[in-house]
């Protein structure tokens, strides 16, 4: 299996040189030159762990790893890291099933593919010859930071370089991150939003003189950022996961289709769902859920993706994104595997900050429904799902549930039996969850907070929070949007 760049046909690499490389050289994405089928039946997944499940699925992507490589990297990511051994556990209320993909290292989803990327990665530099150390940059909302940081701090041959929105990230996430030990670990607070990060962290990607530099002192830079091939294939086994244990449990008959409603940002997460669809499970509708940001819904239903509108800071801040950078794998194939049309495209993103897709392009795709939740609707989502159940989500699985509620009531498929992506712990969100819960939490600390959350919903506060109680501050470092690549010139020290 090789992979293409969507901007570019002819740059043509194996998988573990997309993985290392992680943006194509055209500033395209990696994909794969066919998603192919499941070579597992259902009978056979049932009986599958989690990481059993994982090297059926990323074998088939992941062609020129070895069998020894790839179970070496699944086993040393998916341990006792994770608080269950289920990895993922679905979790049914009120009619819908939560898959908690929360059960990591800093609760929150991204765990799911970041535990295993930094080995992929090593991996892939031994197989290719690679004798620079790996910096791997990477522009957070949130939570991918402390999740790459986590997943690299320690590990020998790579650096890891993080920049996030000094005030567009929540208290707890701000306290995870700059807490976060390893000598190889740095973390950057800039001036600026998301969208300005990403923007800064992809000019140094492409940036050939600073490559040069690099180079010369024996580094090189990697991506960490759901744009890479090695973020994208792990997410893809938990929903072959979900499934699999959907039938096992009797939910669900052989080939039933059933709804994935997936709480969306950068797009990676819902992509994996459809990469899985494509690979023949029976998935229905990819329910693509947005916060007050709501470009996607806006795509969907116009075809029109327009940036060119006000940046809302709100309670689901990993998804406050107006550039979903995955999305162009999606428009890559639903312009027919058509580089040439997707360049047009994302160069006129890049100058008008908007694109139309063609009338046959948004035919492609009636898989997806597209909705948003304003916040008072995330916010009555946590407190009625938590009155009536006693379970309690975070703002942005909220965000996906309301969603998934809106689908019902507009479509009436209320049958189809639906799968939630819970993609953070409330824990992390604490604040805006309680006071979703009841204003009157609003005197209390982060801390006491967390206590309470304990309390009402009956759950064990999971580790990650009670290590950064204590966790002394060990980055302050902050920086304006230009001053990005002289802030990573200081940590090479070159
Ligand atoms: C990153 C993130 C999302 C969005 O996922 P994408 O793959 O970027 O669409 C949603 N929820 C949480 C908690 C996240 O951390």
Known sequence: MMYVS????????????????????????????????????????????????AYAVMKQYLTDF??????SCIRAAYDDKFDTKEIAPLREADGACYLELFHGATIAFKDMALSILPHLMTTAARKNQVKNEIVILTATSGDTGKAALAGFAGVKGTKIIVFYPKNGVSPIQ????????????????????????????????ADASLAEELNAAGYQFSSANSINIG?????????????????KTG?????????????????????????????????????????????LYDFFSTGVYNKNREFILTSSPSMDILISS???????????????????????????GKYEITPEMKERLSDFYGSYASESETADMIRGLYEKTGYIIDTHTAVAAAVYEKYKQETGDCGTKTVIASTASPFKF???????????????????????LARIGNVKIPQAIEEIRTADIRHNTVCEVQGMPDTVRKFLAI
């Open 326 to 352: 995955n999305l162009e794998r999606l428009i890559y194939r639903v312009a027919g595997n058509n580089p040439a049309y997707n360049t047009q495209l994302m160069n006129r993103l890049k100058t008008d």
């Open 231 to 247: 973020r994208l294939v792990p997410q893809i086994v938990y929903y072959v996961y979900a499934y699999s244990r959907l039938y």
């Open 251 to 295: 939910v669900i008959g052989s080939g039933e289709p059933i709804n994935v409603v997936v709480p969306t940002g950068n797009f990676g997460n819902i992509l994996a769902a459809f990469y899985a669809k494509n690979m023949g499970l029976p998935i229905a509708k990819l329910i693509c859920a947005s916060n007050e940001n709501k470009v």
């Open 66 to 71: 070895t069998k020894e490589e790839l179970e």
């Open 174 to 205: 701000e306290k995870q991150m700059v807490t976060q030990k390893g000598d190889n670990t740095f973390v950057v607070g800039i001036h600026g939003n998301f969208d300005e990060a990403q923007t800064g962290v992809k000019k140094m990607f």
């Open 430 to 452: 604490t604040r805006s969850v309680m006071r979703a819960i009841d204003v009157k939490y609003d005197s209390m600390s982060d801390f006491e907070l967390a206590d309470e």
């Open 6 to 53: 969507t901007r570019d046909a002819n740059e043509k690499v194996s998988a573990s040189q997309a993985i290392l490389k992680g943006l194509a050289s055209d500033g395209g994405l990696f994909v794969p030159e066919e998603i192919p089928k499941l070579d597992a039946d259902i009978e056979t997944l049932a009986e599958m762990t989690y990481q059993q499940t």
